[in-house]
């Protein structure tokens, strides 16, 4: 059955990503390469889909689903660790999300994290053909963010068109064909979300809202991509 969205899920007041820009907020300086970062955002995500879905929240109270934060996730041949799933009792994964982050250098972490989105997809659908795979891209659009790691201290960055250069960025994103039904390519995910973060590493972080971002009705704004994982889910495992 191809993905249709045929009802509206009205957000909670405080949704995922301004959720997230809180967590920033309260962790100033963060290493983005940690996973308490990950972590909190999976949090938020498990918080929408258990208001969002009903399905879902049923099957968490009854146990037949469990959330799992940094899974180990095996196929035949391949062992994956992936930021956040929801298991069943026989141990395979209905939907997946991991979280990717470019918070700086985007011209090179741009392709590498396109490159890790496809291989996840492929392994979540080699694991379980059905699986909802998802996942979450944030792009911080701060041309002043300085690493917190001790060699990017004072470190000069060349000028760049950051408006462009991050529209670039999030334009590769958009590109990837979104998977409806299972036996669609392996290698797509079921449900992409862009956010858009203007964070220096230092000061107070903000979402980004404006045309920079995906707008409401984009197949990449975090609306959709939060409705996409309950219908699909409605539709697989209801």
């Not at 309260?26 to 258990?50: K, M």
């Not at 496809?118 to 659908?125: E, R, S, T």
């Not at 004072?154 to 998977?179: E, H, N, S, W, Y």
Request: proline share 8%; charged share 20%.
């Amino acid at each position: 059955m191809a993905f249709s969205a045929r009802r509206a899920y009205p957000l909670p007041s405080v949704p995922a990503p301004d959720r997230y820009i809180e967590w920033i907020n309260s962790h100033l300086g963060f290493n983005p390469r940690s996973q308490q970062n990950s972590n909190a955002l999976s949090d938020f995500v498990l918080a929408d889909l258990q208001t969002l879905c009903p399905e879902t929240a049923a099957h968490l109270k009854t146990h037949d689903l469990a959330p799992v934060k940094n899974a180990d996730v095996l196929t035949k041949v391949a062992s994956r660790n992936v930021d956040f799933v929801l298991r069943d009792p026989p141990g395979t994964v209905r939907a997946s999300v991991e979280h990717k982050t470019i918070m700086t250098a985007h011209g090179k972490a741009r392709w590498n994290r396109y490159g890790d989105i496809i291989a996840y997809c492929n392994h979540m659908h080699n694991h379980r053909k059905d699986c909802i795979v998802g996942a979450t891209m944030i792009i911080n659009c701060s041309p002043a963010y300085e690493n917190p790691d001790g060699f990017a201290k004072g470190l000069v960055r060349p000028k760049f068109d950051m408006k462009k250069v991050v529209a670039d960025t999030a334009k590769i994103f958009a590109g990837i064909p979104l998977r409806s039904v299972p036996d669609e390519p392996n290698d797509q995910p079921e449900a992409l979300a862009v956010i858009i973060v203007d964070y220096d590493g230092q000061n107070p972080a903000k979402l980004v809202a404006n045309d920079l971002a995906p707008q409401p009705g984009s197949p990449i704004h975090y609306d959709s991509f939060i409705a996409r994982v309950c219908d699909l889910y409605r539709q697989r495992f209801g």
